[in-house]
């Protein structure tokens, strides 16, 4: 039975099985419901506008794009979370898709029960990549030779660094804590001074940050 407070999703996928598909997943959970579907970004920016749903999922490749339907959902209507659920593992499609405005990038065929816990993160202002991904971000991020003289991760203690490393990695701050020794507490700290320093909203932007000045130094 649906409340008042129920997870409102928007689903826009080009390929209606699978959109169907994961519109009966999600509406069989308690406390979702799934207000609309969609086949396009124009859809995608007719769904926003007009039901206004706590979260759309977007496909990155639909008629007319999903990266650009979801610049224009964060534009017009920031308060809405978007959750890209894609195939595309293509680190430019991770970094587009953030950049866009995108609180998560997650693959298609994630376990039903793992979806909706992203769905419920994402809903309570966490931003999610999956792990795989996320740790690509930072494949460069090593020692601090390895980046431009100045950069900003050069403001970064080297326990900083091993934090942002494992965050990359898809570690949450307790599993970071038990890894390093450390207390959550102090590893909350550590994150508190990692995103200030780098000048970032959350641990995703940090890592592409990161992941930025490891390819200009490749450039160089």
């Known amino acids: 039975m ?36 969609g086949a396009s970004a124009a859809d995608a920016v007719r769904i926003a506008a007009e039901r206004l749903p706590d979260i759309v999922l977007l496909d990155v490749s639909m ?21 890209m659920l894609t195939v595309s593992e293509d680190e430019e499609d991770v970094e587009a898709a953030l950049r866009a405005g995108a609180r998560a990038y997650v693959l298609k065929g994630i376990a039903a029960r793992e979806l909706v816990g ?15 991904l996320a740790s690509s971000l930072l494949v460069e991020m090593a020692a601090p030779g390895r980046h431009p003289a100045g950069g900003p991760l050069q403001t970064l203690t080297e326990r900083e660094r091993q934090i942002l490393e494992r965050v990359a990695d898809g570690d949450s701050n307790k599993e ?20 200030q320093k780098l000048q970032v909203r959350n641990r995703v932007e940090a890592a592409i940050l990161a992941h930025d000045a490891g390819a200009r130094e490749r450039d160089r």
């Open 2 to 37: 649906l409340t008042s407070d129920a997870l409102q999703v928007a689903i826009v996928d080009d390929h209606p099985l699978l959109r169907e598909g994961v519109a009966a997943t999600l509406a069989a959970q308690p406390g979702i419901e799934v207000v609309a579907q």
């Open 118 to 132: 992203i769905l419920r993160a994402v809903a309570a202002g966490e931003v999610y990549v999956t792990p795989s």
């Open 176 to 195: 970071i804590a038990a890894l390093l020794g450390l207390s959550e507490k102090t590893v909350k700290h550590h994150m508190t001074n990692i995103l």
């Open 63 to 83: 008629p007319g794009g999903g990266l650009a339907a979801a610049r224009e959902i964060a534009a017009t209507a920031p308060v809405i979370k978007i959750v």
